[in-house]
């Protein structure tokens, strides 16, 4: 590598580095030639998490969460900041508030809708004033739900109603990160969370639909209202009449028997949780488009879009502010530079 091309690479700094996506984060980023700087609060935990990723020589900045100052200093003079904690709701937020503080672009990996409405009501305005750009919730349902939701709306002559789901098709559960997440906002994975019908955001009972036939199924699966960030970030840039998210109802009674003293219990995420995201787009006379997008591990298949997010926040020009990711990038473009990594996706009629 010359010297011009090193000078080229954006500096990034992750916080969240020990989890398990952190991990997959700091391994990509090393794939690419970049060497993060790792910001966290426990020096020794973060040596190692470098070490396992093969960057044993990455900078190390401490910074707690409850440490405003350290943390706007930790992530001066960076290009961008990723985070990937668990519980954005009770965590997520200084660590992007101190990006902004030090006028770095920002990307996370998070899923709660709670989180992405207070990204984009109070914080959007202040990283427009910054002139720095977030992308929050970049995950792999969420980046695919918004990009493919944009594209498959656009083949339809009316208003679309979007209804997507994420099957997990592995073994193994999910990660203590993932659990955490869940933990922190229960009432909310449980009620099902918003969904967004002429205009506005709605909670309560789903209007429809009530099963799914996913693909390779013959007979249709009894689905329930499952919160999911598409359902805010798409009616900001395309003409849908409808959208919302579902899952199995089995994950639902999964849900229910969630609780606080298992999380020590769980054990590490299956490395091979591979996944379909589902999403259909209907107007009202019944015609239907179906996306589908494929990865072969949840976990690593987020880290690394949101690497890909990340990078190109420093390559792309984009305005300043929270941005959903269709109104940060080319969508065909991005989900594109994700086959190489086996994630597959397309768009076909259904009727």
């Known amino acids: 590598m010359t010297?011009?091309?090193?000078?080229?690479?954006?500096?990034?700094?992750?916080?969240?580095?020990?989890?398990?996506?952190?991990?997959?984060?700091?391994?990509?980023?090393?794939?690419?030639?970049?060497t993060p700087i790792l910001v966290g609060r426990n020096e020794t935990r973060l040596r190692d998490a470098a070490v396992r990723a093969g960057v044993p020589t990455a900078e190390i900045r401490i910074a707690d969460l409850d440490d405003p100052a350290a943390l706007t200093t930790a992530f001066t003079e960076v290009d961008v900041v990723i985070s990937t904690l668990p519980a954005y709701v009770t965590l997520g937020e200084p660590v992007l508030a101190a990006a902004i503080a030090a006028g770095a672009h920002y990307t996370d990996t998070s899923g709660e809708q709670l989180f992405l409405k207070k990204v984009f009501d109070e914080y959007g305005p202040r990283a427009e004033a910054a002139g720095v750009t977030l992308l929050p919730g970049i995950t792999n349902s969420n980046l695919p739900g918004?990009?493919?939701?944009?594209?498959?709306?656009?083949?339809?002559?009316?208003p679309a109603a979007i209804v997507m789901s994420l099957i997990a098709r592995g073994e193994g559960g999910g990660s203590r990160g993932s659990a955490e997440?869940?933990?922190?906002?229960?009432?909310?994975?449980?009620?099902?969370?918003?969904?967004?019908?002429?205009?506005?955001?709605?909670?309560?009972?789903?209007?429809?639909?009530?099963a799914m036939t996913f693909p390779g199924d013959s007979t249709p699966t009894p689905v329930a209202k499952f919160q999911q960030p598409p359902v805010l970030t798409l009616p900001r840039?395309?003409?849908?009449?409808?959208?919302?998210?579902?899952?199995?109802?089995?994950?639902?009674?999964?849900?229910?028997?969630?609780?606080?003293?298992?999380?020590?219990?769980?054990?590490?995420?299956?490395?091979?949780?591979?996944?379909?995201?589902?999403?259909?787009a209907t107007t009202p006379d019944g015609t239907t488009i179906r996306a589908l997008l494929t990865g072969p591990d949840a976990y690593r298949d987020t880290a690394l879009m949101a690497v890909e997010a990340a990078t190109r926040l420093t390559t792309t020009p984009t305005k300043p502010g929270a941005l959903s990711p269709a109104e940060a990038f080319t969508p065909t473009d991005f989900l594109n530079s994700l086959t190489p990594h086996g994630i597959t996706w397309q768009i076909t009629p259904v009727n």
């Not at 010297?3 to 391994?27: D, F, K």
Request: proline share 8%; net charge negative; hydrophobic share 40%.
């Open 146 to 158: 918004d990009l493919l939701g944009h594209l498959a709306a656009r083949q339809l002559p009316a």
């Open 181 to 210: 997440t869940v933990l922190a906002g229960l009432d909310w994975f449980r009620s099902g969370g918003w969904h967004y019908e002429n205009g506005e955001l709605h909670t309560g009972p789903l209007p429809h639909p009530s």
């Open 3 to 34: 010297n011009t091309e090193t000078q080229s690479l954006p500096t990034i700094a992750v916080y969240g580095a020990t989890g398990h996506t952190g991990n997959y984060v700091l391994s990509e980023l090393h794939r690419r030639g970049i």
């Open 237 to 280: 840039h395309t003409n849908v009449s409808f959208v919302a998210g579902v899952v199995a109802t089995d994950m639902l009674t999964q849900l229910a028997n969630l609780t606080p003293d298992i999380l020590n219990s769980l054990p590490a995420p299956s490395p091979h949780l591979h996944y379909d995201l589902v999403l259909d």
